[in-house]
């Protein structure tokens, strides 16, 4: 991987409401906020596949508090944990506010929020299985009814910190750009210019885990530098708008000026060593 240059850091108080739809508007999986249930993808042990769509059904779950969220190992080809809290590579960190245990095919577990909040979640057994449940207060609906807008109104629901880190790499003639957030399942869209002309430009991107990388086809220069915008759209499920949380139109900017990759470097030390070689190789000694 190419040497790591350019770090940018944003770190933001949003204020925001929480906005939920109604009941006969919303997805099923996220109807009714009382009881929920989430299930685990046929053979999510087997394969990583599921990675992409989401491992457990619905990955992204939200329940009122005091209500019941029953976890069931719907896998009828394996055993599988739901265990609070993340995971960074393949090492997990568990939280302590809820473990199933192991559950064989068809066991459930049912597990009753006490407070408003966010709980990523994660299966012990299969550590790229993630999935997260969103706690809101029971009024939040009530309150805020059918006001999904830009404007969210002068009640504020909750204060988050929302902070994206932005690197880049040289890597096979382009640029490669990590995100790394501070939150699972942010939307957003990242949009990258140089000259003054755009180089490349996605809008509604996900990202399920804390880390999402895009190959951009332009290098950047001290003269010349890519220009990167990564602007938050909400915290959520894909699709299901009127349900996510989180800060809204928070804008991470960073200058990006990839220097030579570490491959880069070691062929140009050994292309150095071969120079000297060939020259002691070369001296001329006068006889006398």
Same mark, same amino acid.
Do not use: C, R, W
């Given at each position: 991987m190419?040497?790591?240059?350019?770090?940018?850091?944003?770190?933001?108080?949003?204020?925001?409401?929480?906005?939920a739809g109604m009941a006969s508007m919303a997805p099923a999986a996220f109807a009714d906020h009382a009881e929920v249930s989430i299930g685990a993808v046929e053979e999510s042990g087997f394969s990583q596949s599921c990675v992409e769509t989401g491992c457990y059904t619905p990955s992204v779950a939200t329940v009122d508090v005091g209500g019941v969220v029953t976890m069931t190992n719907t896998d009828p080809t394996g055993?599988?944990?739901?265990?609070?809290?993340?995971?960074?590579?393949?090492?997990?960190?568990?939280d302590g506010t809820f473990d199933t245990g192991v559950l064989m095919s068809g066991d459930s577990f049912e597990w009753s929020p006490t407070e408003a909040g966010t709980v990523p979640y994660y299966c012990m057994l299969h550590t790229w299985m993630i999935g997260e449940i969103i706690v809101q207060? /029971? @009024?939040a609906e009530e309150e805020h009814g059918d006001d999904h807008g830009d404007d969210h109104g002068d009640e504020v629901a909750e204060d988050v910190e929302l902070m994206v880190m932005i690197s880049d790499s040289q890597v096979m003639g382009g640029?490669?750009?990590?995100?790394?957030?501070?939150?699972?399942h942010l939307?957003?869209?990242?949009?990258a210019t140089q000259n003054g002309e755009v180089v490349f430009e996605e809008k509604g991107l996900h990202s399920m885990e804390l880390i999402a990388t895009h190959q951009i086809d332009a290098l950047g220069s001290d003269e010349n530098p890519i220009d990167v915008e990564v602007v938050s759209l909400g915290i959520g499920a894909p699709g299901d708008e009127d349900s996510w949380t989180g800060p809204v139109g928070q804008v991470t900017?960073?200058?990006?000026v990839p220097e030579f990759g570490t491959i880069a470097m070691m062929i140009l030390a050994v292309a150095i060593?071969?120079? /000297? @070689?060939?020259t002691a190789k070369s001296r001329v000694v006068p006889r006398f």
């Open positions: 190419g040497l790591m240059k350019t770090k940018a850091i944003s770190s933001i108080f949003v204020l925001f409401a929480i906005a055993v599988h944990t739901f265990t609070s809290g993340t995971v960074d590579g393949f090492a997990p960190s568990p207060e /029971v @009024a640029t490669q750009i990590e995100l790394e957030f501070n939150v699972l939307n957003y869209d990242l949009t900017t960073a200058k990006v060593i071969s120079i /000297v @070689a060939v």
